[in-house]
C-alpha cells in the first residue's frame, strides 16, 4: 500500500481526498498485470492498464451496436472499473480452467480488500458496478463483456493466432466465447464468428 | 496502417465497421507512446494508453471536486481520446519549451490524420471533443486538463521529484501548471499547492 503524500489541502476534507489517492495510487498498479495476449503490433504482450482504455475507445466507438437504450456512459465506468480486482487476482486466461475454477474466489477477494480503499460511497457504487459486470445480468454489463472478449481476439487475428496458436487452443474452445459476445451484441458476435472461420482458414487453430 | 481482417459478417454494413475497427487498430499504437514521467513505483516510464486509463478513473473518483454541473461522463469521454494524436505527435514533456513551440501543429496534424479513419459522423464527433479539450472553455475541458495535469505531479512525488528532480524543473516553472489545475479544479489546485510546497521542503526541486 502506498500512502498519500503527508500534506493539509486547505478547503477540502483531506480525510476523504486520501482515501481517493490511496484508491488511486493502488490503482496504479494494473499497469503492472500482464495479460497473455501481445499488442496488435506483436511487439510485448499487453497490460490490464492499457487494456482498460482500449476496451472503453471500443466500446463508445462500438456503441451502435449495443442493443437499444444501453447506457453506454455506464458501460464505460464498467469498463474502467472491471480489471482492478487483478492487482492481486492477476490475469485469468480465458482458456486457462484450474485457474479459472479459483479466478471468482480471487477476485472477490480482492475486490474486499481494493474498493473500500475508497471513501465508502464511493467504494459501495465501485463494489456495485463491478458486481453487475461480475453477474451478467444488465444489457450495460453484457455489452462490456462483449467487447472485452472481442478484443483479445481481434489482436490474436493480427498476431497469426496469437495465444490460440500459442497455448494451442481449439476452435471449438474460442467458439464458446463467441456465444458470450453475441449475448451482448449481435453485430459483434456475427463480426467474431467471421473472424474466427478466417482463422481457421489461415490455420490458426490447432487441427 | 494495420489493415483489419478482410472478413464479411452477416447483417452488419461492413464498409462501416471496418473504418471503426481501423480507427481502433491505429489507436492500439498509443500503449508504445512512452511519456517521461515514470509509474508511482518506479519500475518504468509510463505510457500514454494506461496514462489516458488512469485519468479516467482519477475523473471519476475526483468528481466531486469539478464545478457543479460539469458532465463528468463528458469529461471521461475526452479523456480517452485526448492523448490519441501523440500516436503521431509523440508525447510533449510539459517542461520542453522547443517541443511546446511546434506541439499544437504537430497535433493537429494527427488529428486530421488519425480521427478520419473513422466513419465521418464519428469521426466529426471525436475530433470536436478532442478540439474542445484543447480549447479549455468548457468546465468539461478544463476538469480534464486538472487531471491530467495533477497526475504527473503525484507520480513525482512518489518518485523523489521525479521528472522535476531528472531534468531541474524549478518550482516556480511547476507552480505556473497549478493555475491550469485551479482553473479546472479549485480542490484539486489547493492539493497541488500543498504536494508541491512539500517537496520543496524535500529538497525535489533543484536550489
Redesign the interface.
Given at each position: 500500500m502506498?500512502e498519500p503524500?503527508?500534506?493539509?489541502?486547505?478547503?477540502?476534507d483531506n480525510e476523504r481526498?486520501n482515501a481517493?489517492?490511496r484508491?488511486?495510487?493502488e490503482?496504479?498498479?494494473?499497469?503492472?498485470v500482464l495479460r497473455k495476449n501481445l499488442?496488435?503490433?506483436g511487439?510485448r504482450r499487453?497490460?490490464s492498464?492499457?487494456h482498460?482504455?482500449?476496451l472503453?475507445?471500443?466500446a463508445?466507438?462500438?456503441a451502435e451496436?449495443a442493443p437499444e437504450g444501453t447506457d453506454v456512459?455506464r458501460v464505460?465506468?464498467m469498463l474502467?472499473?472491471h480489471d482492478i480486482v487483478e492487482i492481486d487476482a492477476g490475469d485469468t486466461f480465458a482458456f486457462d480452467r484450474a485457474d479459472a475454477e479459483t479466478q471468482a474466489a480471487r477476485e472477490r477477494e480482492a475486490a474486499e480488500r481494493i474498493f473500500p480503499l475508497?471513501p465508502e460511497d464511493?467504494a459501495q457504487r465501485a463494489h456495485q458496478l463491478w458486481e453487475e459486470f461480475e453477474a451478467q445480468r444488465t444489457p450495460e454489463a453484457r455489452f462490456a463483456r462483449a467487447v472485452d472478449r472481442l478484443h483479445p481476439m481481434?489482436a490474436n487475428?493480427?498476431n497469426e493466432g496469437g495465444t490460440w496458436t500459442r497455448f494451442g487452443v481449439p476452435r471449438a474452445e474460442v467458439l464458446k466465447k463467441v456465444k458470450l459476445i453475441s449475448e451482448g451484441s449481435?453485430?459483434l458476435g456475427?463480426?467474431a464468428?467471421?473472424?474466427i472461420?478466417?482463422a481457421d482458414r489461415r490455420g490458426y487453430f490447432p487441427a
Open positions: 502506498t503524500a503527508p500534506v493539509f489541502a486547505s478547503g477540502v481526498l481517493q489517492l484508491f488511486l495510487l490503482a496504479d498498479k494494473l499497469k503492472r499488442l496488435v503490433d511487439s499487453e497490460n492498464a492499457e482498460s482504455w482500449h472503453t475507445l471500443f463508445r466507438t462500438f451496436y456512459d464505460i465506468e474502467v472499473l475508497l464511493q481481434v487475428w493480427h449481435e453485430a456475427a463480426y464468428t467471421a473472424l472461420d478466417d
